[in-house]
């Protein structure tokens, strides 16, 4: 039986490492930034020293030199010796990037001296063609890290690795969409609890909100709406290929309406094939 070899790469930023540490998790025996010419020495010794049936994961991106002008033809040898090699490529937008190295205070790896936009097109366009080679391209623009890592899983377990992911989240408009939302709904048109004393410091993940929401006409003749949209299109995202939808439902504060809507259409789904996640993206805010 041939040894499994995951590759890891892909943009700065876009969860290798999340990734990584699933792989650990799952018994994967996991290398970052391993010296590309040294990958085949290593899984021969990694042959002979390591759990027959342990996989081997190794991270592997441009911080790494000669990587790009080499994989072609590492990537053949260590096919021809027979290794079960599958290269994951992780992306986001860039806006999502920037908001990362914003937040963790990390600097890109090729924005030394430019810019951090100009770093990120640049390792964009470096990795243009490793990318076209990928066995699967997972772009973490709206994945925070338990999705992520979600993801992985259902990857890891084959059964479920082709199957539509769902992303059901509510948000707040004053903190701004989503940004990588497929679709958006604004439920702002329907009255909002804040203005009633005893609902305003509730949530709609509280039964009493919830049923103040969901009564209203109005709400339920949307929900309705929603249902029946949701069942035209997603046969057809599926039979297109995609694997990630995420359905964003949006209110003043993300608290109250958005919430409550998102939690009765995860309970009614119409559609029980998806793997169906929820993010309740505002609920703490405000």
Excluded at 141 to 153: A, E, I
Excluded at 251 to 277: A, K, M, Q, Y
């Amino acid at each position: 039986m041939s040894r499994r070899l995951l590759v890891i790469t892909g943009l700065s930023g876009s969860g290798k490492s999340t990734a990584a540490r699933v792989l650990e998790d799952q018994g994967f025996f996991v290398v970052d930034n391993l010296p590309l010419v040294m990958l085949p020495d290593f899984m021969q010794r990694a042959r002979e020293g390591l759990n027959t049936n342990a996989g081997v994961a190794v991270v592997i991106d441009v911080r790494n030199r000669g990587f790009l002008s080499d994989h072609d033809k590492t990537f053949v040898q260590l096919k021809e010796a027979g290794y079960q090699l599958e290269i994951l490529f992780f992306e986001a937008a860039d806006a999502v990037l920037q908001r990362r190295y914003s937040e963790t205070r990390r600097r890109h790896p090729l924005a030394t001296v430019e810019t951090l936009q100009s770093g990120i097109e640049k390792e964009r366009q470096q990795l243009h063609q490793l990318r076209n080679s990928a066995t699967k391209i997972i772009d973490s623009s709206n994945l925070n890290s338990r999705q992520l890592r979600d993801l992985m899983l259902d990857f890891l377990g084959e059964k479920n690795s082709s199957s539509l992911i769902v992303n059901l989240e509510s948000f707040g408009y004053r903190y701004g969409l989503p940004p990588a939302a497929d679709l958006v709904f604004d439920v702002r048109f329907l009255p909002n609890p804040h203005y009633i004393d005893n609902l305003r410091p509730l949530t709609g993940l509280d039964p009493k909100l919830r049923e103040y929401v969901l009564s209203q006409q109005a709400c339920r003749d949307f929900c309705q709406h929603l249902d029946h949209l949701l069942g035209f299109l997603l046969p057809h995202y599926r039979a297109e290929g995609k694997s990630y939808l995420t359905v964003a439902i949006g209110c003043t504060g993300g608290r109250h309406r958005s919430v409550s809507i998102v939690e009765n259409l995860s309970s009614n789904f119409p559609d029980s094939s998806v793997i169906l996640r929820v993010n309740h993206r505002d609920i703490d805010k405000g």
